[in-house]
C-alpha cells in the first residue's frame, strides 16, 4: 500500500502546460514541477520522457512521481515525445534517430533555465528507460546520471519482438498498442482549434509499426540502433538499474553490471512490469526514496554513502505453488558484491533419459524425440507480466504432457539458483525450420509444477542471428538457449523439471510447420548457476513505499479484466481471449473523460500451424463537455508456411460521426521464422 505523502521539504508549484521548441522547430509538450523557490535558488533537473501523454494516460502515475521529486528539491519535467499527447510531429516508430536528437534538445533546454543549476538526470520504466539508457550512450554534456526501471540494452535478442530468434506475440501487441497510442488527438483544452489538425496529420502518418518489425527477423542495423550492447563504453554516466523477476526485461540489469565501467547499482525484486513502489507481487518498496538518494548524490554531491553495500540486490523467492497472479512473493532480499558474484558457481548437469543427472555423472547416450502439439503453452503467461489481468504461467503440468521432460531426484537440501540458466542440447529437427522451448519448473510434492524460467530458440540461427540459414533435416547440431535470470530457492523434497518442446504457442509464433527433434543424452546438458546459500551480505532496509497524492479522479465506468483458454472439440479450434478493460476515469481537475480498453484474440486449429492467427483492438476515447473524440483500432496477423500476412484499420470518430478511416494490407516473406 503506497503511504500518500503530503507534506514535504519543498513547496512545489506546477507549470501545467510549457512548449519546449527543438531543432527542427517541432514544439513539445511538457509538464513542470519545481520547488516554489527555485527561481531564486535554483535546483537540478530530471526528466523523464515517453509518448504516453502527460495529460491523461500517465497522469495519475505522473502525480505520484513528480511532485515527490519536486518536493525533496528538484526541477522535474515530463515530456511527451513528438507525435504523441499535445507534443506536434508524428510517431512512426521507437527509438528513432529524431526522438534522440529531441530529448537532447530538451536537456540542453532544461540547463538553461534560470531555475535549474544545469545538473541533469534522466528516469523512468520501460519506453523512459529506454530513453534515458539510449541518451546516455549519446553522452549529453548535462546528463549527470539516470535511474531506468525495466529496459533492455539489446533491441532485437531481449525485447519483446524476438526471443532467441523466435517471434513473439507481444510483437503484435505491442504494435497493436501504438497504433491506438499514437493516433490519439491532442486535448482542445491546451492546443486550442489546430487540435483536429494535429489529430488527422497523426492519423495520416500512421500505420501497423509490426510491418516494419517483421521486415526485420534476424538482427540487422535497425535492431542495433539504439541497443546500447553494441558499445557499452557509450555509458560514462552513473546507471541505477531496476526490474522484476515476473517482468520480461529481467535480463538486461545484470548485464549492465557486467559490462559497464561507470558508478553502478542494480536492484531486481519480485515485480511484474510496474515501478519497484507501485509493485505486484510484493513486497513493494520505498523506490522514491532511493531515487532521492541516487539524485542527492549525483546531482547535489551529498556524501550519503548511496553506492555502499552490493552491488546488486536481488529478492530470492521461496517457492509457491503456480498462480497467474500472486499479491506476496514469499523470499528475502539478499546482495552480491559485483556481478558476475563470486557466490554463484555455475554447475552442469547432464540430462539422461527423463532426469536430471548428477553433476559429472556418466550418462548413456540415447536419442528421445518430441513433437509437441499446438496445446503447449496455453498457461505460459505473458511475455512480460503486467499483473492486469492475471497473467503469470499457471501450472505446467498440462504443458508438460506435450514435451520432452527431465527431473531431479528430490532435492535432499535446499537448492538456490541466481542467474542465467542454459540449456545445451545435442539436437536435430526433420524440418528445415524448428524452434525449441525449454522451461524450468519447480515441482512440488504434491506434483504442481510452478515456471520459474524459459527460454526459446529458433534452431535455424545455430550460426547466430544475424545469419540465419535452414536446417539439414536429421542433421545434428549443438546449441545453447539461454534462460530468462532468476532467483529461486528450491525447497528440499523438491524436484527441479526441466521440459523441451517443440512449440510454444501463443506465447510465440510456431515455425511455418510441425517439426519432430531428436535430443541425445549424454551429450546434452542443463548448467544452474547455484548460490551459497550461507552467504548473507548486508542488504539495505528498504523504506515503505510512498509518493505524493495522486490527481483526484472518478470511476464512471468500472475496470473489467479477462483471460480466457477455450478449446473447440468439435472443430477443435482453441483460442486465447484476453480482455483489458480499464474502464472510464473522469479527472476532476478539468474534467476530462477517458475511456480505455484493450481485446487480444490468439487462435489456432487442431495442430494446423497455419491456422495460428492473433488480433487486437483498441478502443480510446476522450470526452469533455460538447467535446468527444474516439479511435478505434484493430490488427489481425496470420501466416501461411511462407509469409505472413498483416492486415490493420483506423476509424476516427467525432462523437457518433466517423471523419478518418484507414486500412493496410501486407504481406512479408517469412526469413528462418
Not at 195 to 214: F, K, N, Q
Not at 251 to 274: E, M, Q, Y
Not at 432 to 459: E, H, I, Q
Request: charged residues 25%; hydrophobic residues 35%.
Amino acid at each position: 500500500m503506497l503511504h500518500e505523502v503530503d507534506s514535504l521539504p519543498h513547496d512545489v508549484a506546477v507549470d501545467e502546460h510549457v512548449w519546449i521548441t527543438v531543432s527542427d522547430g517541432t514544439r513539445l509538450a511538457a509538464k513542470i514541477w519545481r520547488p516554489v523557490d527555485s527561481g531564486r535558488t535554483p535546483v537540478p533537473g530530471l526528466l523523464e520522457y515517453i509518448p504516453y501523454r502527460k495529460r491523461d494516460l500517465t497522469a495519475i502515475r505522473d502525480s505520484i512521481h513528480h511532485p515527490y521529486l519536486a518536493g525533496h528539491g528538484y526541477a522535474c519535467v515530463r515530456v511527451d515525445i513528438r507525435g504523441t499527447g499535445e507534443s506536434e510531429g508524428v510517431l512512426t516508430d521507437e527509438y528513432l534517430e529524431q526522438e534522440q536528437r529531441d530529448a537532447e534538445d530538451v536537456l540542453a533546454w532544461l540547463a538553461e533555465q534560470p531555475w535549474c543549476t544545469g545538473e541533469l538526470g534522466m528516469f523512468g520504466i520501460s519506453w523512459g528507460a529506454f530513453a534515458a539508457l539510449q541518451v546516455a550512450a549519446r553522452r549529453p554534456p548535462n546528463l549527470r546520471a539516470i535511474a531506468i526501471s525495466s529496459f533492455t540494452d539489446d533491441r532485437y535478442a531481449d525485447d519483446f519482438h524476438y526471443m532467441g530468434g523466435c517471434m513473439l506475440s507481444d510483437n503484435l501487441a505491442e504494435s497493436g498498442t501504438m497504433l491506438a497510442y499514437s493516433t490519439l488527438p491532442p486535448d482542445p483544452a491546451l492546443v486550442g482549434e489546430r487540435w483536429r489538425e494535429m489529430w488527422r496529420e497523426r492519423v495520416d502518418a500512421s500505420g501497423p509499426w509490426m510491418e516494419t518489425w517483421l521486415h526485420h527477423q534476424r538482427r540487422d542495423r535497425y535492431w542495433a540502433h539504439a541497443s546500447v550492447k553494441e558499445n557499452y563504453a557509450d555509458v560514462r554516466c552513473p546507471v541505477l538499474a531496476t526490474s522484476g523477476w515476473a517482468d520480461g526485461y529481467s535480463n538486461a540489469v545484470v548485464r549492465l553490471l557486467t559490462n559497464l565501467d561507470v558508478p553502478r547499482k542494480g536492484l531486481i525484486g519480485p515485480w511484474s512490469h510496474k515501478y519497484p513502489h507501485l509493485g505486484v507481487p510484493g513486497p513493494a518498496i520505498g523506490y522514491l526514496q532511493e531515487l532521492v538518494r541516487w539524485w542527492d548524490h549525483w546531482l547535489k554531491g551529498a556524501d550519503n554513502g548511496v553506492l555502499d553495500g552490493p552491488m546488486l540486490v536481488t529478492w530470492m523467492q521461496d517457492s509457491v505453488p503456480p498462480s497467474t497472479s500472486y499479491h506476496e512473493r514469499p523470499g528475502r532480499w539478499v546482495g552480491e558484491p559485483g556481478w558476475p558474484s563470486p557466490h554463484v558457481r555455475n554447475v552442469e548437469f547432464p540430462l539422461a533419459r527423463h532426469r536430471i543427472a548428477g553433476e559429472g555423472d556418466e550418462v548413456r547416450v540415447e536419442r528421445l524425440t518430441v513433437q509437441s502439439p499446438l496445446s503447449v503453452g496455453r498457461f505460459a503467461g505473458k511475455w512480460a507480466s503486467y499483473n492486469a489481468p492475471p497473467d503469470l504461467p499457471y501450472d505446467q503440468r498440462e504443458e508438460d504432457g506435450g514435451s520432452l521432460v527431465f527431473e531431479t531426484e528430490p532435492l535432499e537440501q535446499d537448492v538456490e539458483i541466481l542467474g542465467a540458466p542454459t540449456v545445451t542440447l545435442d539436437i536435430a529437427a526433420d524440418r528445415p525450420v524448428a524452434m525449441v522451448a525449454v522451461r524450468l519448473s519447480d515441482v512440488l510434492p504434491d506434483g504442481k509444477a510452478t515456471r520459474v524460467t524459459y527460454g526459446l530458440f529458433n534452431l535455424t540461427h545455430r550460426d547466430g542471428h544475424e545469419n540465419p540459414r535452414p536446417l539439414t533435416p536429421g542433421r545434428r547440431c549443438r546449441v545453447n538457449v539461454d534462460c530468462n535470470a532468476m532467483a529461486q530457492r528450491f525447497l528440499a523434497g523438491h524436484r527441479i523439471r526441466l521440459s523441451v518442446s517443440s512449440s510454444y504457442w501463443p506465447l510465440a509464433w510456431p515455425p511455418p510447420e510441425p517439426a519432430q527433434l531428436s535430443v541425445w543424452t549424454g551429450s546434452s546438458s542443463v548448467t544452474l548457476p547455484i548460490r551459497k546459500a550461507e552467504v548473507e551480505e548486508p542488504v539495505p532496509r528498504f523504506g515503505e513505499p510512498e509518493g505524493a497524492t495522486p490527481l483526484r479522479t472518478r470511476r464512471a465506468r468500472p475496470t473489467r479484466y479477462g483471460w480466457t483458454v477455450s478449446r473447440d472439440m468439435v472443430g477443435y479450434e482453441s483460442k486465447l481471449d484476453i480482455v483489458k478493460d480499464s474502464g472510464t476515469l473522469v479527472f476532476e481537475d478539468h474534467g476530462l473523460e477517458v475511456t480505455r480498453s484493450a481485446y487480444e484474440r490468439y487462435v489456432s486449429v487442431a495442430d494446423d500451424f497455419e491456422t495460428v492467427s492473433g488480433m487486437t483492438e483498441w478502443t480510446i476515447g476522450f470526452a469533455r463537455g460538447d467535446w468527444e473524440a474516439t479511435t478505434v483500432t484493430h490488427q489481425e496477423l496470420s501466416c501461411t508456411r511462407t509469409e505472413f500476412r498483416l492486415h490493420a484499420r483506423l476509424d476516427a470518430y467525432e462523437g457518433t460521426k466517423r471523419i478518418m478511416s484507414r486500412n493496410w494490407e501486407s504481406v512479408v516473406p517469412r526469413d528462418c521464422v
